[in-house]
């Protein structure tokens, strides 16, 4: 009996006909935006119109839409926004005004190298004002008092507690539309793909936040969902640690929200099976998921379990895609040996 691991990422969702790809969701936020005739029927229904009108992250999402394809990248811009506040933790002092106030204009500063001269413009992202304007200094418009005073300087503890209760409502966004909208919008029930009912698997590591696995007639017990799902309201949506040092940000970074939302781990034990008290190691197949870096932990714990990947593409480009993704997570030489001696092979997507 062979033994089979499934790795689903979003493409597996789209393949089955589901609406969750990034652009999908963007799509549906603009619609609501726009909406004048939008009426909420629930309580859902508020947040969403709300969070849509004033979430500092959707709006900075928004301003992306055209050079965002997919989660990857959304993961990115998340990091992007996270960096803008790094450098003003950073830079705070450097444009305090003589008056002791962070201003408008004074928080316009270039941003060089990997940043690529953007401008830092967190302070236009979020509510970090005293919009009420009741201070009596030459600028109109100052952080709020619990964000800064004279005799304490900047509370960065508050405003990362905004800045992360700003992402938990895009969690939240993100979970109402997957859980009320994507399935009412289907025209036909979701049916099985026959290339992947073959590959029988015991185990699934899905990197979806949903259940359309249930197609194939497996078992959630014998699925692990990386970055939480739908049914245990555990979403993760961050990125990848790539400052271990740096942990004023941590809960940004999807390892955190891993523990912390106790999203769970690889079970090795239902990585393998026993053919006369022997281990068998499985073959994974990656179906759906890009191989990007961003999830390169995973992918090398992968391969040190099992005898090597089979990976599903789409077309020429997308097979040029996972192999420079690839070479990305193991390095040239490593890849390049994987591929040759056939411990990663491509399939066609029918």
């Known amino acids: 009996m062979s033994n089979n691991v499934l790795v689903i990422g979003n493409g597996f969702d789209l393949a089955h006909g589901l609406k969750t790809s990034y652009n999908n969701f963007i799509e549906y936020i603009k619609e609501v ?10 309580e859902e229904d508020v947040f969403f119109k709300e969070c849509v009108e004033k979430n500092g992250f959707i709006q900075y999402f928004l301003g992306y839409t055209n050079e965002v394809p997919g989660w990857v990248d959304l993961e990115r811009l998340i990091r992007e926004v996270v960096g803008y506040f790094e450098l003003f933790f950073s830079r705070y002092e450097d444009i305090i005004d003589t008056r002791n106030s962070i201003t408008w204009e004074s928080g316009q500063h270039d941003m060089s190298d990997n940043w690529k001269l953007k401008t830092i413009n967190c302070l236009d992202l979020f509510p970090l004002f005293d919009q009420d304007n009741t201070r009596d200094y030459m600028y109109s418009k100052h952080l709020d008092r619990r964000l800064y005073t004279d005799e304490y300087g900047l509370n ?9 209760s700003q992402l938990d409502d895009v969690i939240k966004l993100l979970q109402i539309y997957l859980s009320k909208h994507i399935k009412d919008e289907m025209n036909e029930p979701v049916k099985p793909i026959e290339q992947i009912s073959v590959i029988n698997p015991s185990y699934v590591i899905s990197f979806n936040y949903t259940d359309t696995y249930k197609v194939y007639g497996i078992n959630p017990d014998d699925v692990f969902h990386v970055h939480g799902s739908l049914d245990k309201d555990n979403m993760v949506l961050g990125f990848n640690d790539d400052a271990p040092e740096e942990l004023d940000f941590v809960y940004f970074k999807k390892y955190f929200q891993r523990i912390q939302k106790l999203t769970g781990y690889i079970d090795s034990q239902k990585m393998v099976t026993f053919s006369k008290g022997i281990e068998q190691l499985p073959r994974v197949h990656f179906y759906g998921h890009s191989m990007d870096k961003t999830d390169g932990d995973i992918i090398e714990q992968l391969m040190s379990m099992s005898k ?4 599903y593409t789409y077309d020429q480009e997308d097979y040029e ?12 030489e490593r890849a390049i040996d994987m591929i040759q001696n056939k411990i990663i092979q491509f399939i066609q997507c029918e």
């Open 321 to 332: 895609q996972k192999v420079i993704n690839l070479i990305d997570v193991f390095g040239k």
């Open 308 to 311: 090597g990947f089979i990976i």
């Open 33 to 42: 935006q726009k909406n004048k005739e939008f009426i909420p029927s629930d």
């Open 156 to 164: 960065k503890r508050e405003i990362l507690r905004m800045l992360k």
